[in-house]
């Protein structure tokens, strides 16, 4: 599975919209790009996946670019509640590889 | 969506003895189940695969006789840390999938942390 690369760390303002990048240069025609977030010693919740096309759902929204070695995650109003570790994975087969994600704190 | 429990959700044990951690889909059948760990500020690391009715495939570097999996129906798999020791203290967390193949998001249990004294 492609290697991704993600900010250790962000900020966002409450309210505010969070976009958290994610680069997969490596990605190949049939891996998945897949994002899970965790919560403090709790276990990681999946929030969405896409293939190529940009995806949306009552949590967030996914924009892959046309190449697809990069994505975006988007949490368009950001609580204090999604202060997390969020994880982007490139999934071909099915397991899951963890990298070190990004940690987003949301200030109030 | 689709809920996954893990029992228990701590444990504090002696060295030398062993554990045992339940993982549990609670509304889906689990064809494939995964056992991950997670030590402090560390990212998840697979520990092992398992797929009902069969043998789990363990990642490199996973000792097998430690870490014995047990995948016997389509909602429980469970996870035996054999004669404990303290470096085997850590945040023990479990997912499953529908499906043995393909794609389909993974549903996680909210994690075991088990301490070893």
């Known amino acids: 599975d492609a290697k991704t690369t993600q900010p250790p760390s962000m900020d966002c303002a409450e309210g505010r919209a969070a976009n958290l990048p994610c680069n997969h240069s490596t990605i190949s025609g049939n891996e998945y790009v897949y994002w899970y977030r965790q919560i403090h010693s709790q276990g990681p919740q999946y929030i969405i996946h896409?293939?190529?096309n940009n995806e949306t759902n009552e949590m967030a929204s996914l924009i892959i670019t046309e190449d697809r070695k990069s994505s975006t995650l988007i949490l368009p109003h950001a609580t204090l509640r999604d202060t997390a570790v969020y994880y982007c994975?490139?999934?071909?087969?099915?397991?899951?590889?963890f990298g070190k994600g990004t940690k987003l704190s949301v200030i109030p | 969506g689709a809920v996954v429990s893990q029992h228990p959700s701590w444990v504090i044990c002696k060295s030398g003895t062993s554990v045992k951690i339940e993982c549990r889909s609670l509304d889906f059948q689990a064809t494939t189940m995964f056992w991950y760990r997670q030590f402090p500020k560390q990212s998840l690391m697979l520990m092992a695969t398992s797929n009902e009715g069969s043998k789990a495939t363990y990642e490199q570097g996973v000792e097998k006789d430690k870490f014995l999996i047990n995948h016997a129906s389509l909602t429980l798999s469970t996870l035996t840390v054999t004669s404990a020791h303290p470096e085997d203290s850590s945040f023990y967390i479990c997912?499953?999938?529908?499906?043995?193949?393909?794609?389909?998001?993974?549903?996680f249990g909210p994690g075991t942390r088990l301490t070893v004294l």
């Open positions: 997912s499953a999938s529908e499906s043995s193949g393909g794609v389909n998001e993974q549903f």
């Open positions: 896409g293939l190529k």
């Open positions: 994975i490139v999934m071909g087969s099915y397991q899951l590889t």
